[in-house]
């Protein structure tokens, strides 16, 4: 069984090789390689998941090099959950993206630039997920950025490279923290894996600990998006293609609070920064709510409800109690579907009406009832009302809040209620005004026909795209089209296609993360049972230390 961990990593940089050397030659087959492989990953994730629960952590020693020489991978029940979560989201994130491109039958970049990508962060978000040490999870973090910034600049228009320079920046500076915190715990302890770690970071003067946990927890703040390191995370996410910009919102900053799990627990136990944490996770739950109150753009709303509910996250992880932490990683999984299917629905808001700007849209619930469903859900799911899995996270965070009894602990509680009840709020906005209320004037698709009856062989058309007045264009008279036809306009500064009957693809992918997150609802026992063993074997630290140093 030892001998599956590695394969979550390995097949998906296979599969890069492959669909490199396909190319747009055979971009059938290029698909169906990414489908066929992350659906094994996925198989593979489920297996390790429950193996990690029967038999403990499984681990490898790459080379068979033991610490602190070797590459060693852990999976542990924290990790099989996390893989399992990420799997499946990353499977139906590239069903919706197959179904945007086959819809469009025009690709802005050719798909042998898609495709390797988002194989490789599949790859890289595997590879943090099992690091056995720091080093390999700082190849994960770089393997990840890499592909980030193809995925973030597909397309290549301003605003996009500019959103994905940002993001680079923010990413070269803490890349080059977490590299001085690697070296600063060597020069310290004479190793990089995290069994090792366990033992010999207690040994050392407590100024020397408290340093190296400061950086590292830095470096993982800024991956989570945890104020006030969180300010390029709006700038960055919404002007990406949807399906990246959803598995970004919803793995990529879980990666950063699924680090601070683990270093927390098994290389800083005693919660020596509980309270700045827990103030970290106020300061998160309130600034990101309050910013998602003031916005009017779809994307840039949820980009803001994602900042704050990291912070519930931390607020589990600050408050270092086994309650706690299993509360974190209920809402952890969680939080990883319900923000992904919201991306997912915005993306499909936008190919429905050609905008997100909430004050420029209406009426889709009568429009588009199934969209309206699909939005509907998850949207009171992240808002947490009962019995949805989101209520369940928040209720576990909430009694550990009240169980723990201090002053921090009370003041996180009463945020958590407040940050409840302001995303219910900004949750209802959307569905009045993009979904209850009548469609503004002037909303019927405008533009240019990509693709009509006479013409489905020609996609590139003889004409460019006609502007759209209040976007910066200059003003053209509108041609309303019929229902079902693609019309291509330029919005922000990007271009969108539009249709009136959503493509299947799209459409059932998100019903899938939406099934998936009413799953943890239906299965809330079993769920919660699970997590609760993984907290346990969190602050036990014995059985990761022994699976991995045999002692």
């Given at each position: 069984m030892n001998a599956l961990v590695p394969l979550p990593v390995l097949l998906p940089l296979c599969a890069t090789g492959l669909s490199l050397a396909f190319?747009?030659?055979?971009?059938?087959?290029?698909?169906?390689?990414?489908?066929?492989?992350?659906?094994?990953?996925?198989?593979?994730?489920?297996?390790?998941?429950?193996?990690?629960?029967?038999?403990?952590?499984?681990?490898?020693?790459?080379?068979?090099?033991?610490?602190?020489?070797?590459?060693?991978?852990v999976a542990d029940r924290l990790s099989g959950l996390m893989?399992?979560?990420?799997?499946?989201?990353?499977?139906?994130?590239?069903?919706?993206?197959?179904?945007?491109?086959?819809?469009?039958?025009?690709e802005e970049t050719p798909v042998a630039v898609f495709?390797?990508?988002?194989l490789i962060l599949v790859a890289g978000v595997s590879c943090t997920f099992l690091a056995g040490d720091l080093v390999n999870l700082y190849v994960g973090f770089e393997i990840m950025l890499v592909a980030?910034?193809?995925?973030?600049?597909?397309?290549?228009?301003?605003?996009?490279?500019?959103?994905?320079?940002?993001?680079?920046?923010?990413?070269?500076?803490?890349?080059?923290?977490?590299?001085?915190?690697i070296a600063m715990t060597y020069a310290a302890t004479g190793t990089a894996n995290f069994a090792q770690l366990a033992g010999r970071l207690a040994a050392l003067p407590l100024g020397v600990q408290t340093l190296i946990q400061a950086m590292l927890l830095t470096v993982f703040a800024i991956k989570a998006a945890v104020f006030p390191l969180a300010a390029w995370l709006p700038d960055s996410y919404p002007t990406a293609p949807a399906p990246v910009t959803a598995v970004f919102a919803g793995l990529l900053t879980?990666?950063?609070?699924?680090?601070?799990?683990?270093?927390?627990?098994?290389?800083?136990?005693?919660?020596?920064?509980?309270?700045?944490?827990?103030?970290?996770?106020?300061?998160?739950?309130?600034?990101?709510?309050?910013?998602?109150?003031?916005?009017?753009?779809?994307?840039?709303?949820?980009?803001?409800?994602?900042?704050?509910?990291i912070g519930f996250m931390v607020f589990g992880i600050g408050l270092a109690t086994r309650d706690a932490y299993g509360g974190a990683i209920v809402y952890v999984a969680h939080h990883i579907t319900v923000q992904t299917t919201l991306f997912l629905v915005a993306g499909l808001i936008e190919r429905r009406s050609g905008t997100t700007e909430l004050t420029r849209i209406g009426g889709l619930a009568r429009a588009a009832p199934l969209l309206a469903a699909l939005f509907f859900v998850p949207a009171m799911n992240l808002a947490g009302i009962p019995p949805l899995s989101g209520f369940i996270g928040k209720l576990g965070l909430m009694r550990a809040g009240v169980a723990d009894g201090s002053v921090w602990a009370w003041i996180l509680v009463t945020g958590s209620a407040v940050t409840s009840l302001l995303t219910l709020y900004v949750m209802a906005k959307v569905w009045n005004l993009a979904f209850w209320r009548a469609a503004p004037p002037g909303q019927a698709?405008?533009?240019?026909?990509?693709?009509?009856?006479?013409?489905?062989?020609?996609?590139?058309?003889?004409?460019?795209?006609?502007?759209?007045?209040?976007?910066?264009?200059?003003?053209?008279?509108?041609?309303?089209?019929?229902?079902?036809?693609?019309?291509?306009?330029?919005?922000?500064?990007?271009?969108?296609?539009?249709?009136?009957?959503?493509?299947?693809?799209?459409?059932?992918?998100?019903?899938?993360?939406?099934?998936?997150?009413?799953?943890?609802?239906v299965f809330a026992g079993p769920l919660t049972s699970y997590t609760d063993r993984a907290a346990a074997e969190l602050i036990a630290r014995a059985p990761y230390v022994q699976a991995v140093l045999g002692r």
């Amino acid at each position: 069984m030892n001998a599956l961990v590695p394969l979550p990593v390995l097949l998906p940089l296979c599969a890069t090789g492959l669909s490199l050397a396909f190319g747009t030659r055979l971009k059938q087959l290029q698909r169906l390689i990414s489908v066929a492989v992350l659906t094994a990953v996925l198989g593979l994730s489920v297996t390790l998941m429950i193996a990690a629960d029967l038999r403990g952590p499984l681990t490898v020693h790459l080379g068979d090099f033991a610490p602190p020489l070797g590459i060693t991978l852990v999976a542990d029940r924290l990790s099989g959950l996390m893989l399992t979560v990420s799997s499946a989201v990353t499977l139906c994130v590239l069903v919706y993206s197959l179904g945007q491109g086959m819809a469009d039958r025009e690709e802005e970049t050719p798909v042998a630039v898609f495709h390797p990508a988002y194989l490789i962060l599949v790859a890289g978000v595997s590879c943090t997920f099992l690091a056995g040490d720091l080093v390999n999870l700082y190849v994960g973090f770089e393997i990840m950025l890499v592909a980030s910034f193809v995925l973030l600049t597909l397309g290549g228009t301003g605003p996009r490279i500019r959103a994905g320079s940002t993001y680079v920046i923010i990413s070269l500076f803490s890349s080059m923290l977490f590299l001085t915190a690697i070296a600063m715990t060597y020069a310290a302890t004479g190793t990089a894996n995290f069994a090792q770690l366990a033992g010999r970071l207690a040994a050392l003067p407590l100024g020397v600990q408290t340093l190296i946990q400061a950086m590292l927890l830095t470096v993982f703040a800024i991956k989570a998006a945890v104020f006030p390191l969180a300010a390029w995370l709006p700038d960055s996410y919404p002007t990406a293609p949807a399906p990246v910009t959803a598995v970004f919102a919803g793995l990529l900053t879980k990666v950063g609070v699924y680090c601070m799990l683990r270093t927390e627990t098994l290389l800083f136990p005693g919660n020596r920064l509980g309270d700045l944490l827990m103030a970290a996770a106020l300061a998160s739950m309130v600034v990101g709510i309050l910013g998602a109150v003031a916005q009017t753009d779809l994307k840039r709303l949820l980009s803001f409800t994602l900042i704050s509910h990291i912070g519930f996250m931390v607020f589990g992880i600050g408050l270092a109690t086994r309650d706690a932490y299993g509360g974190a990683i209920v809402y952890v999984a969680h939080h990883i579907t319900v923000q992904t299917t919201l991306f997912l629905v915005a993306g499909l808001i936008e190919r429905r009406s050609g905008t997100t700007e909430l004050t420029r849209i209406g009426g889709l619930a009568r429009a588009a009832p199934l969209l309206a469903a699909l939005f509907f859900v998850p949207a009171m799911n992240l808002a947490g009302i009962p019995p949805l899995s989101g209520f369940i996270g928040k209720l576990g965070l909430m009694r550990a809040g009240v169980a723990d009894g201090s002053v921090w602990a009370w003041i996180l509680v009463t945020g958590s209620a407040v940050t409840s009840l302001l995303t219910l709020y900004v949750m209802a906005k959307v569905w009045n005004l993009a979904f209850w209320r009548a469609a503004p004037p002037g909303q019927a698709a405008t533009g240019t026909v990509l693709e009509a009856d006479s013409d489905e062989d020609d996609d590139d058309g003889d004409e460019g795209p006609d502007r759209i007045p209040g976007t910066g264009d200059e003003p053209v008279r509108p041609r309303h089209q019929p229902a079902g036809r693609a019309v291509a306009a330029t919005l922000h500064g990007h271009a969108v296609t539009t249709t009136t009957k959503l493509p299947v693809p799209m459409t059932w992918a998100t019903a899938a993360t939406v099934a998936l997150g009413l799953a943890f609802t239906v299965f809330a026992g079993p769920l919660t049972s699970y997590t609760d063993r993984a907290a346990a074997e969190l602050i036990a630290r014995a059985p990761y230390v022994q699976a991995v140093l045999g002692r």
